[in-house]
């Protein structure tokens, strides 16, 4: 059963510093990776969907790691901004075609 | 574009009661799945409606059940609610079934049942 481990769970940082967001997978045989945002009481936006075939992707401030074969993924925010602070969530799509989540890292950027 | 709507945003039921929570994808959008979200146990998949077809289910009692229509509007109904239910319900979209394709979230509809 993949199991999908997101640390660290919270993590307050000051404005303007450059911060990685880390998640762990448990089954390799995934066909993509996807990184979402959750505001409190919102649902989800994604932010970055890399497929098991590429290794990284970037939108903006945003760039995303995978290294399928040792089961983890990086996100990596450049600058961070008040307006980041959220909830980011990792997700795979494994074999059985369903998106398996992460718990979540609960970001604070600090103005 | 319009996004993934989900009605209604907000529901009070009792226990034993059923519900039916209504979501509409992006326009274009075939493919349509649900997820629970609760504060002990994250974000778990429930099931997933391509072309009118259930494709895919989770690990959920007989209660929770589904539908989609044939203008990919999806429906999920929870029967004789439980006070463990209470939990916020998102309905994602995607352009295809599959894989290779991005979900996209609504905003949720948060379940309350007392």
């Known amino acids: 059963k993949q199991e999908v481990t997101q640390i660290p769970a919270a993590l307050s940082v000051p404005e303007g510093e450059n911060l990685v967001l880390n998640c762990s997978f448990t089954?390799?045989?995934?066909?993509?990776l996807q990184w979402f945002r959750q505001d409190p009481g919102k649902g989800l936006t994604s932010l970055l969907l890399i497929q098991s075939s590429q290794r990284e992707q970037t939108s903006g401030r945003l760039n995303a790691s995978l290294d399928k074969s040792s089961g983890r993924s990086t996100l990596y925010i450049a600058a961070s901004q008040p307006g980041d602070s959220a909830t980011y969530l990792c997700?795979?799509?494994?074999?059985?075609?369903?998106?398996?989540f992460g718990s979540g890292t609960q970001l604070t950027v600090l103005p | 574009k319009a996004g993934v709507t989900q009605t209604p945003r907000y529901l009070i039921k009792t226990r034993g009661q059923q519900v039916t929570l209504s979501c509409s994808p992006i326009s274009g959008h075939r493919s349509v799945s649900w997820y629970q979200q609760t504060p002990g146990q994250g974000l778990q998949f429930l099931f997933e409606?391509?072309?009118?077809?259930?494709?895919n289910k989770g690990n959920f009692p007989g209660r929770f059940s589904g539908r989609q229509f044939s203008n990919s509007r999806s429906e999920m109904n929870v029967s004789t609610l439980e006070l463990g239910d209470s939990a916020l319900y998102l309905c994602?979209?995607?352009?295809?079934?599959?894989?290779?394709?991005?979900?996209?979230f609504g905003p949720g509809t948060r379940l309350t049942v007392t």
């Open positions: 089954d390799s045989a995934i066909y993509n």
């Open positions: 409606y391509f072309s009118e077809t259930q494709r």
């Open positions: 994602a979209s995607s352009l295809m079934a599959g894989s290779d394709y991005e979900q996209y």
């Open positions: 997700a795979v799509t494994g074999s059985a075609r369903q998106l398996t």
